[in-house]
Nanobody, 124 residues
Framework: VQLQASGGGLVQPGGSLRLSCAAS????????IGWFRQATGKEREFVAT????????YYADSVKGRFTISKDTSKSTLYLQMNYLKPEDTAVYSC??????????????????WGQGTRVTVSS
């Protein structure tokens, strides 16, 4: 599985941004696809995850109600819609695939495949 994240940039507090993650390679039907982020000097942090085969999404408490994870299976693309962005959302965001496939898969070590990150900066 190959993953390619894009869509990062500079946005003002309160603004919105949508990240994309294009997937290729093996069929994704048995994978969960997630977003993680890592701020400078901090550990990688779980953001959201969704199984490719259904729509049972899970979110970190810090983004619940502001971020929405979704997918377009016809395009093999995962999205992260980020609204009401805060300065503390500033980080490098990466997408990843886990063969666990379903459930609340929040640990980075459960994800076997990673895309390169895309930087999100929330600042006025």
């Amino acid at each position: 599985v190959q993953l390619q994240a894009s869509g990062g940039g500079l946005v003002q507090p309160g603004g919105s941004l949508r990240l994309s993650c294009a997937a290729s390679g093996d069929t994704l039907d048995n994978y969960a696809i997630g977003w993680f982020r890592q701020a400078t000097g901090k550990e990688r942090e779980f953001v959201a995850t969704i199984p490719w085969r259904d729509d049972s999404a899970y979110y970190a408490d810090s983004v619940k109600g502001r971020f929405t994870i979704s997918k377009d299976t016809s395009k093999s693309t995962l999205y992260l819609q980020m609204n009401y962005l805060k300065p503390e959302d500033t980080a490098v965001y990466s997408c990843a695939a886990s063969s666990v496939g379903s459930g609340y898969v929040s640990l980075p070590r459960r994800y076997e495949y990673w895309g390169q990150g895309t930087r999100v900066t929330v600042s006025s």
